[in-house]
């Protein structure tokens, strides 16, 4: 099946340094989401990407769908302390019995330090 | 608060019990999801329903057995489990199944312990 390969496993950063995550499949993905889940919570999406190629930002958030739609990168600026989570990637295929079956990345742990 | 809820938000059981989570959607979704996340390991789709049909079971084991009533409410009954699924569950919703931009909403998850 479908994998995704997520890096890095976990950040320690600075407040206000600025963040950097991946996502690189074996095989294509026609969506690709970023998700954050905090302790206790379940995930919530931050980003959708739906063409190749397409940058799309979110306040401080700036994610891209890889050219080649077997990845993704996700950038955080400016950390701050609410950052810290774990960010998850999905891909997701399109068509058919495609809908709905997202494969989510192992997910980074970003940990803020004040 | 995204729209979906889950009971219980904790859950203790032993191998023998039988025991159901619970997830309410009120954004008047037709797609509910349920997932299985373990430590150090990616979310994995275990059933999808649309407008409470099964669309999906993702060779999930028969000792887990969901139920649709309706398209707002999820069940997920539990009975003979083992120790390596005590796990985060978390329940989705979207729209439906028809479209690329479909967003899955989550709720905030069962954490299930079996002793």
């Known amino acids: 099946g479908q994998q995704l390969n997520q890096s890095p496993q976990s950040m320690f950063i600075q407040e206000g340094e600025d963040v950097s995550m991946n996502c690189t499949s074996s095989?294509?993905?026609?969506?690709w989401l970023w998700y954050k889940q905090e302790p206790g919570e379940g995930p919530v999406l931050l980003i959708a990407l739906y063409k190749a190629g397409e940058l799309t930002s979110n306040g401080r958030l700036t994610a891209q769908f890889g050219i080649t739609r077997k990845d993704s990168f996700l950038n955080i600026s400016a950390s701050i302390p609410s950052d810290v989570g774990i960010y998850f990637c999905?891909?997701?295929?399109?068509?058919?019995?495609?809908?709905?079956?997202?494969?989510f990345g192992q997910g980074t742990i970003l940990t803020v330090h004040p | 608060e995204t729209g979906v809820t889950q009971t219980p938000r904790h859950l203790v059981m032993g191998m023998t019990n039988k025991k159901s989570l619970k997830c309410e959607q009120h954004?008047?979704?037709?797609?509910m999801y349920w997932y299985k996340q373990s430590a150090k390991k990616p979310l994995e789709l275990m059933f999808v329903y649309n407008f409470k049909e099964q669309t999906e079971n993702n060779s999930v084991p028969s000792r887990f057995s969901p139920e649709c009533p309706n398209s707002s409410h999820l069940f997920l009954h539990l009975h003979t489990l083992q120790p390596e699924d005590s796990a985060l569950y978390l329940c989705a919703s979207s729209q439906d199944l028809t479209g690329t931009t479909d967003t899955q909403y989550f709720g905030p998850g069962t954490r299930l312990t079996v002793l």
């Open positions: 999905a891909g997701q295929l399109d068509g058919g019995t495609s809908y709905g079956k997202l494969t």
């Open positions: 095989s294509i993905f026609n969506t």
């Open positions: 954004l008047g979704h037709n797609a």
